[in-house]
């Protein structure tokens, strides 16, 4: 199964920090937000990505390419442990990038991948949404269409004042944390949204999504809204919703950032006693 990767976006909220670079780049601890979703696509076994780009978001392509003048030198210096992560950068999956020319929005970027999909199903992972999980989870979603032989979406309960920056489902639970979609909304206001259950950046999708692509209509600032698109997959083919198990971070968000920062570190033996006391001298000084 392929992987589409949107990654065009301009970073906008992240400015000044995203002026020349881009901001799946931004790093979390001490790799770049988007090398997090590459090996979470590379642990479900998908190595077959295509990454959409746009303009000055060259620092993605040389991140997972190969460097020789930098494995040179590591190897020079002996540097043996910095030389084999390079190195399992440039080589863990072969890596497509196309161009989104316009800003036309999430569904316009999914479209521009169109004719390197092919009439197969594949996966679209969000460039700045970091999920920490036993299985990763697009691997659950992918075992979910399995069953299902339908699209699958995933789906987080998120607090009622922020379903306004989701698309929320409208569903009927089926099994587990498995729903059958009925309808989608695209970032309603609390008191209009159909449940509390927010699509987030993981889906597997029938081909049959780039007919309705091409139907919709742009919505608000001229953009297609991939969530426009699936509610006519959900109402002629079906779609169901998987409430995934792991701990999502958006990367899109600042306070999400920093705290996936913080909490990652956190998990890492060789951080996290110093990041403790830190943490507590701090809280002792306020």
């Avoid at 269409?145 to 306004?164: A, C, I, R, T, W």
Wanted: contains cysteine; hydrophobic residues 40%; charged residues 30%.
């Amino acid at each position: 199964m392929k992987v589409v990767i949107p990654a065009a976006g301009l970073g906008v909220r992240f400015l000044p920090a995203t002026k020349a670079q881009p901001k799946e780049m931004l790093p979390v601890v001490d790799k770049p937000a988007i090398q997090y979703v590459v090996e979470e696509a590379v642990a479900s076994g998908m190595t077959d990505i295509i990454i959409i780009t746009g303009r000055g978001k060259r620092a993605i392509e040389d991140h997972f390419d190969k460097s020789y003048e930098l494995e040179h030198k590591l190897r020079e210096s002996g540097n043996a442990e910095a030389l084999s992560e390079v190195q399992r950068i440039a080589s863990m999956a072969d890596i497509f990038y196309v161009r989104q020319k316009e800003q036309l929005g999430l569904g316009h970027a999914i479209l521009c991948a169109k004719k390197h999909i092919g009439n197969d199903p594949f996966a679209v992972m969000l460039g700045d949404d970091i999920v920490v999980s036993d299985k990763p989870c697009i691997g659950q979603l992918v075992d979910v269409f399995d069953d299902m032989e339908q699209s699958v979406v995933g789906v987080e309960q998120v607090p009622k004042s922020k379903l306004h920056r989701y698309g929320v489902i409208k569903g009927r639970k089926v099994k587990d944390d498995i729903y059958k979609v009925e309808d989608l909304v695209e970032k309603p206001h609390a008191n209009e949204a159909p449940s509390d259950l927010a699509i987030i950046g993981r889906y597997v999708l029938k081909p049959e999504i780039f007919s309705h692509l091409e139907r919709i209509s742009p919505g608000k600032g001229g953009e297609y809204q991939l969530t426009d698109a699936m509610r006519l997959m959900c109402r002629k083919e079906g779609m169901y919703g998987l409430r995934f198990k792991g701990r999502r971070y958006d990367i899109g968000s600042k306070a999400d950032w920093l705290r996936a920062t913080l909490e990652l570190s956190m998990d890492r033996e060789d951080l996290a006693e110093e990041l403790r006391g830190s943490y507590e001298r701090f809280i002792r000084k306020r």
